[in-house]
C-alpha cells in the first residue's frame, strides 16, 4: 500500500493549505503467490483530510484495518477504513498531547490494536484500541525542535534547583516527619514550555512534573508554535516543602508580525505561583512518592516591569 501527503489547493481562513492523508494504491496478493500491482481501474482511493498542519507519522495497524496520523499540531488521528474507507465519519481523534508527534508504530501480536506513539518532547505512550493512554513514560523535558526555532532564547540561565529531602522512601508520622531519616536529594529543573521536573540526582529518575501554565498547548491562528509561559526564576523553602516560581509569557519569534498577537505586548501575563509538596502512597507499597500542586498564584503584569530575582527570606 502507497501512501502520500499532499497539499490542498483550496484556500482556507487562513490563507494556508491544509496537508490531506491519501490517494492509497492497493496491493494484492494471493495464496503462494507473488506480490502483484493492482490494474489502476481496480485501485480504491480516498482523501482523508483533516490535519492543519504538516502530517509528520503515518501507522497502519497490524491488521490493516486503520490508520494513525499525527502532525505538528500534536493531535494523533486514528482513522477507520473498513467502513466507507476512512471517512469522516470514522475517524477519532486524541488531542491536546502539547508536542508534535515524532513517530507511529503498531507492533501487532500480543499488543493486540495498541499503538505506540513517540512525541518530539522526549516522551512516548502506549494507546489501546479505544484510543486510551495506557501507558506514559517521559524522560527529561525539552523544547519540540519543530517548535524550537520560535522560541526566544532566555536571558538568564535555567533554574537547576536543590531540594534535599525531597523523595522519601520510609513511612511518614501524621506530622509528616520521616520516621528514619533516609532521604534523597534531588534537583528542580526547568524544562520546555513552562515546565518545570524534579530529578533525583541519583538515578537521574524524573520524580515529579510541574506545568505553570496549567492548560493544554493549542498552535491556533496561524502561529508555528504555542503561546506559553516560561519560568524565569524560582526558589525553595523548607527543604524543598514549598517551592514559589516567577513566570512571563513568551511570544514566540515571527519572521512577518501577527496584529492578533498585539495585545499581549502590554500584558506579559506574568505571575508568581506558590507550590507545595505533598505525598502519595501507592497501594499495597511501603513507599512513598512525592509531587507538587499550586495552591496560589499572584498576577503582577500590572507592574509593567520584570522581576528579576526571587528569594525566600
Known amino acids: 500500500m502507497h501512501v502520500e501527503g499532499e497539499e490542498d489547493d483550496d484556500d482556507d481562513n487562513s ?62 488521528v486514528k482513522w477507520d477504513l473498513t467502513d466507507c474507507f476512512g471517512g469522516i465519519e470514522n475517524r477519532r481523534f486524541l488531542s491536546m498531547l502539547n508536542s508534535p508527534i515524532q513517530e507511529i508504530s ?16 522526549n516522551c512516548f505512550f502506549v494507546v489501546n484500541g479505544a484510543m486510551q493512554i495506557i501507558y506514559k513514560r517521559m524522560g527529561l523535558d525539552q523544547t519540540p525542535w519543530r517548535w524550537r ?66 492548560r493544554h498547548y493549542v498552535v491556533c491562528d496561524g502561529v508555528p508554535s504555542p503561546l506559553v509561559s516560561e519560568v524565569l526564576l524560582a526558589d ?37 505561583l506558590w507550590w507545595r509538596r505533598v505525598h502519595r502512597r501507592d497501594q499495597g507499597s511501603s513507599s512513598s512518592e512525592f509531587g507538587y500542586e499550586a495552591v496560589f498564584g499572584e498576577p503582577l503584569a500590572h507592574l509593567n516591569c520584570q522581576a528579576t530575582d526571587l528569594k525566600f527570606t
Open 149 to 214: 526555532a520560535f522560541t526566544v532564547p532566555q536571558p538568564g540561565p535555567p533554574t537547576a534547583l536543590a531540594l534535599p529531602n525531597a523523595k522519601v522512601s520510609s513511612s511518614h508520622d501524621d506530622s509528616g516527619q520521616n520516621n528514619d531519616g533516609n532521604t534523597s536529594a534531588s534537583l528542580l529543573l526547568s524544562g520546555a514550555l513552562g515546565g518545570l521536573q524534579v530529578v533525583d540526582t541519583t538515578s537521574a529518575k524524573v520524580l515529579s512534573s510541574m506545568d505553570v501554565n496549567q
Open 106 to 121: 503498531s507492533p501487532g501480536g500480543d499488543s493486540g490494536d495498541c499503538a505506540v506513539v513517540l512525541l518530539e518532547r
Open 236 to 272: 525553595a523553602w523548607h527543604n524543598g516543602d514549598w517551592v514559589a516560581t516567577y513566570a512571563e509569557l513568551q511570544l514566540p519569534r515571527l519572521l512577518v508580525p501577527r496584529p492578533n498577537l498585539a495585545g499581549h505586548s502590554s500584558d506579559n501575563q506574568a505571575q508568581i
Open 15 to 76: 490563507g494556508e493549505g491544509e496537508p490531506a492523508v491519501g490517494h492509497f494504491r492497493a496491493i494484492n496478493k494471493n495464496c503462494n503467490s507473488e506480490w502483484r500491482l493492482l490494474h489502476p481501474k481496480h485501485v480504491r482511493r480516498s482523501g482523508m483530510h483533516w490535519h492543519n498542519s504538516n502530517v509528520t507519522a503515518l501507522a497502519f495497524s497490524s491488521e490493516g484495518k486503520h490508520l494513525y496520523s499525527g502532525g505538528v499540531e500534536g493531535v494523533l
